[in-house]
């Protein structure tokens, strides 16, 4: 074997390996070797080799692994490369998130100013106004509060997308805050028309998590069920405590969403088209926020609907 072409098998390494096959009774397991051919150039090989039952012979095994180990290392240069990229585009979504938290925050405090001041010219503070001003300021007015809502819902999601959610996790009474968010949204509701049929129940829900946070998300769903409704509709509400989690499910019997929109709807800028969206006032953050909330405390958030009949959106977090 060692005089085989121009001696390449004579190698010592290999030698020594299959000289002490016999005396010392051993094997030769999975030994690679990269060998050059004439003609067909650098090959490597995978020797194994063992006694044949007890006589004075080897068998030795040669499987020609060349292929696989360049396949092997193109795959290995390509997973690395991914890894690579993978990280560069992480690092590029960090620097966006941190960028609108930033952005959003230095939008802040000049509308804020603006909603004072616009405020005050309403108020009389710098002499009487006419219909016609205070007619343009409530506009102005408007438009500046849209403009906080949305910079409230960019800093909220950026929050969220670059970890800087803080729970502060207590013992609360999930009823008490379905009870906030009806109060907080009563005047909205009330100017539709709409009612909210709340079957409270008779004792407390004891919970314990973030209890603000969770009434910023029971407001959002309970806000979309009166945004997404006609007026005059109801909404029901109702809370449930079982195998260890409390769900607080809101229907609504308005526009409803088609099947294939519910998988979207809580994907980041998400809005669906239906007829009550263009008059609707929304930046689609308030879903993807509200499931991104839920799955910090270990809870989730789904929905059932029926396209023009209505939908019910469930809220569910661990009791303890
Ligand atoms: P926004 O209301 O600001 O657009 P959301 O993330 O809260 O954003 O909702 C995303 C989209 O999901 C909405 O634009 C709307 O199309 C749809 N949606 C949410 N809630 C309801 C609902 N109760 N009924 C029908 N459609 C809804």
Redesign the pocket.
């Known amino acids: 074997m060692y005089e085989l072409g121009k001696n390449q098998w004579d190698s010592p390494k290999l030698k020594e390996l299959l000289e002490r096959i016999l005396p010392k009774k051993r094997i030769l397991n999975d030994y690679e070797i990269t060998l050059d051919f004439p003609v067909i150039g650098k090959k490597t090989m995978l020797l194994n080799a063992r006694q044949v039952d007890s006589k004075q012979l080897i068998l030795l095994a040669v499987e020609d692994i060349t292929e696989q180990k360049t396949l092997k290392l193109n795959t290995d240069t390509m997973t690395i490369n991914l890894i690579k990229q993978r990280n560069q585009l992480q690092q590029l979504n960090e620097t966006k998130d941190e960028f609108i938290m930033l952005a959003s925050h230095q939008l802040r405090t000049p509308a804020t100013a603006v909603r004072q001041y616009v405020w005050m010219l309403t108020q009389g503070y710098a002499g009487a106004v006419t219909k016609e001003q205070t007619e343009m300021l409530d506009i102005a007015y408007k438009s500046n509060t849209r403009q906080l809502d949305i910079i409230e819902d960019l800093l909220r999601v950026a929050k969220v997308d670059t970890g800087k959610v803080y729970l502060e996790k207590t013992s609360y009474d999930m009823g008490k805050q379905v009870e906030l968010a009806m109060n907080e949204l009563a005047i909205l509701f009330k100017g539709r028309d709409q009612t909210i049929k709340y079957n409270s129940p008779k004792e407390k829900i004891k919970v314990y998590g973030d209890p603000k946070l969770i009434l910023m998300v029971i407001e959002?769903i309970l806000d979309?069920?009166g945004?997404?409704s006609l007026d005059g509709e109801e909404i029901t509400i109702n809370i449930e405590q079982a195998d260890g989690y409390t769900t607080v499910s809101i229907k609504?019997n308005?526009?409803?969403?088609q099947k294939a929109d519910l998988k979207k709807?809580f994907g980041k800028f998400?809005?669906?088209d239906?007829k009550l969206?263009t008059n609707?006032k929304?930046?689609?953050?308030?879903?993807?926020w509200a499931k991104e909330i839920l799955k910090l405390q270990g809870g989730s958030i789904y929905v059932t609907?029926i396209l023009h009949k209505g939908?019910t959106?469930t809220i569910k977090t661990p009791s303890k």
């Open positions: 959002n979309n069920a945004k997404y609504d308005g526009v409803g969403i709807l998400v809005r669906i239906n969206s609707v929304g930046t689609g953050l308030g879903l993807y609907s939908s959106f």
